[in-house]
């Protein structure tokens, strides 16, 4: 499981922030399965998987405090 570092502000901020995020097909994924109440989460690997060339980070979607699908944007 990834640790979550930051809620995100909402799906628009996010999209406008970042150019290549609406042409991803998990954050499409994503945002179809958001239903109102979730948040949107950055993620990242712990140190180790960066270090052994398999860090993944991204946004994660939350439900009830639980990680219901993510998006990665960057991996090593």
């Known amino acids: 499981?990834?640790?979550?570092?930051?809620?995100?502000?909402?799906?628009?901020?996010?999209?406008?922030?970042?150019?290549?995020?609406?042409?991803?097909?998990e954050w499409i994924e994503l945002k179809s399965t958001y239903q109102q109440g979730d948040e949107i989460w950055s993620f990242t690997s712990d140190q180790r998987s960066w270090q052994m060339m398999a860090g993944r980070s991204g946004y994660a979607l939350v439900r009830s405090g639980k990680q219901v699908c993510y998006c990665v944007t960057l991996m090593s």
């Open 1 to 25: 499981m990834y640790r979550l570092i930051k809620r995100a502000d909402s799906i628009e901020a996010l999209e406008s922030k970042f150019q290549g995020l609406t042409d991803n097909f």
